[in-house]
């Protein structure tokens, strides 16, 4: 069963690692800009008028901020999903999420001991990934 999800823990981050230097084509994000455009200039103040009434007005502001930060958020991921230069903040960083599966994957083999085969195997594993993420 452990060897299994760890199968299947290795597995996915090599898909992840597949599409390190791939981005986002451009035409998403600019149909994302204008679905966030369109609701919160036109849609979401006049949903709000027949609940809020006047009260509107002084929703509909707040509620284009919240929806713009969400944009915001995801262009600046969307750009760089896998955060090439390790001084940006923004997008995932590979790094430490193949840091932290690894340091998991030891504490579990710390309390279900797994065959020497399969600790060579993932020893090999984090030099070749070492060797990507450089």
Known sequence: MVQGNVSRMRG?????????NEQIPLPYVHLLELMVTIYTMLL???????KLM????????????FFYGFYVLGTSILLDPFRKDEK???GFNTRA??????ETSRDINA??????SVNECVDRCE???DLLLC
């Not at 996915?12 to 390190?20: E, H, K, R």
């Not at 309390?111 to 020497?116: E, G, I, N, S």
């Open 54 to 65: 006047w009260m509107s007005c002084i929703v509909s502001p707040f509620l284009t901020l």
């Open 97 to 102: 999420f193949f840091t932290g599966t690894t």
């Open 88 to 90: 940006s903040e923004e």
């Open 12 to 20: 996915a981050s090599a898909d992840v690692l597949m599409y390190l």
């Open 44 to 50: 979401a103040p006049l949903a709000l008028v027949p």
């Open 127 to 129: 030099l070749c990934a």
């Open 111 to 116: 309390f279900v001991p797994l065959p020497a």
